[in-house]
């Protein structure tokens, strides 16, 4: 397994492989038991990740989730509080330089100098780095009939978003991070820009890593996913493959239970006398007998695994009331 | 980096300038009127031989002051340029980042935030420090006859002459840039700024300064009266009685007669040295001059690198 040699890898700390393409495993990112607090809230605890080289990788999760918290210590912005990220074999925050060259971001609400012109940010992209593609950047933003002199502030949300997307691009990133690009956006501008996202990630060699509490859009865009929920990750591979995994299974209620018992259930809801099991399959598909199957879209299993998540907290903040300390810690931090 | 730094501070250097040009205007038009006169009024002569000193001195002296002196007074309110620079130029300069959020956007790209924060910091300061220095050089000539006539130790000279006034300024901006990241916002940062500078700048003038080194005190007769320099920096003067007290005007009128108050001073004073009164006075020579200018520049340099350095471990370590 390509794991776990890249586990034996990340105890190596004097290993370091930064000039080969996230050396021989392919892996664009890589974080180990990665936790990051503040003060005494815990943003994100215990991740443990891989994103293989080239994957269009949604990173999904309720609001409060640790998702920017995740980007941020990927992009070196943050320093992880415990465990450790590795960006094509390098640790962001302490090698800044080497990860910087390489990677792209764009922030939450996509920030850029309000005061600046559309061709001052180029400038800014051109001067602060050392790969910089002038020409391809210009070309996209005249095709979207973006005004280069116009400035930063006076164009709409969804001109600015993709601004900043074209300073990310011209980079010639090797991998692409944004958090939450398309939230503040109306649908039409939501649209172009995952196609913008997509048509770079088609034409480039780049992974892309982008967040989003808007599960809808991300199926055109995206080919892999992580799941992340109460700040830790709950799910996370190709979705082709997920949604070939799982299944749901709908039938009487009476025969709920023993259907469960021998499967591994992640969510099972009831309508009337009937029941719905979302099911992740260990084999071939085992239909029970007078049960309806079908394959369960993206949005049903992140929403079953982001639910079941919550229950996983209520399980473990009941056997931790026996420690009141510990329960009362728990529940803020549930509470965030 | 040069650029960007340029592009974003630009307005700034702008307004620094300008108003700086102005400045320079005034003091080279009203500069050229007071040498004009200093010369004219003879007070020029005064100064140069004060042994054969000109039965109108006095009187010339104080028609000099008198013309220019309100100018002269409003010279100290200068001390508080590098104060409104800094909450200008420094305040916002990582505040108004970590307001915006652009931080994000610009500490991802090719350029480590340390190098981002060095750059910005460097030129800012840099750019700060030529204005000031301007200024000063330009202030040091205007004030020229007044430093003949007072000397540069007192506090009003000492702050804007030499290098103490670069001091200030690489202190104010320390000040404010580390106030604006601690409190990630430009406005408190302008508040604190103004807060902290002038909370370690009044008091190191009024109780550290006096103290770089002991002061000298001298006891004089009251009647050939004391024999300072006029450059020396007179920090306090009084009387002591016969046994070294320190005593105020009214015990030497009650030692004598309360009713000699009206009359002829110097029967008083003679009076007062016959019951064994001395005057007193505290104060540094003009000699030492150089090195109060070279403590108080290291003083507030220290502060400043000290201030930068948290800067720097914020920006670096708590910030994101």
Redesign the interface.
Known sequence: MTDMTDMTDMTDMTDRRTNTRGGATGVAIETSSLGRRYGRTWALRDCTLTLPLGKVAALVGPNGAGKTTLL?LI?????PTVGSVSVFGAAPQRE??TV??R???V???H????G?SVE?ML???R?????WEDTAGRAHLRRLGIPLDRKVGKLSGGQQAQV?LA?ALA?RPDLLVLDEPVASLDPLARREFLRALGDAAATREVTVLLSSHIIGDLEQACGYIIILSASRVQLTGDIEAIRGEHRLLAGPRAEAEQVAATRDVIESAFEGTTTRLLVRLAGPVDAPAGWQVREPSLEEIVLAYLGRSELGDARATETALARPGLAEWRSREVAR | ?I??TW??HRGEALVIGTTLAALAILLIVTGREIYNSYTQLGVAACLANTSTLNPNCGTVINTFVDQFGFLHAAVPWLNLVPLLVAMLVGAPLVARELE???H??????????LRWLAVKLALVIAGCLLAEGVMIAVLTWWGGPFTRLSGSFSTDAFDLEGTVPLAYMAFALAVAVASGTLLRRALPAMALTMALFMGVRLPVDTWIRPHYQAPITRNFDLVSGESLDRQDWVIDSGFIDSQGRSVDFTALINACDPNLLGEDKLTLIQCAQGHGFQGRVVYQPANRLATFQAIETALYMAMTAGLLGLTVFWVR?RV?
Do not use: I
């Open positions: 941020h992009v070196g912005l943050q320093e800044p330089q910087l060259a990677v792209g971001f922030a939450q609400d920030p850029l100098y309000k600046f001052d400038t800014l992209g001067k602060l780095n050392a790969r900043a300073l980079k | 980096m650029w960007l592009r974003q915006g959020g652009t994000r956007m610009v500490w991802t790209q090719g350029v480590t935030r370590r994101s």
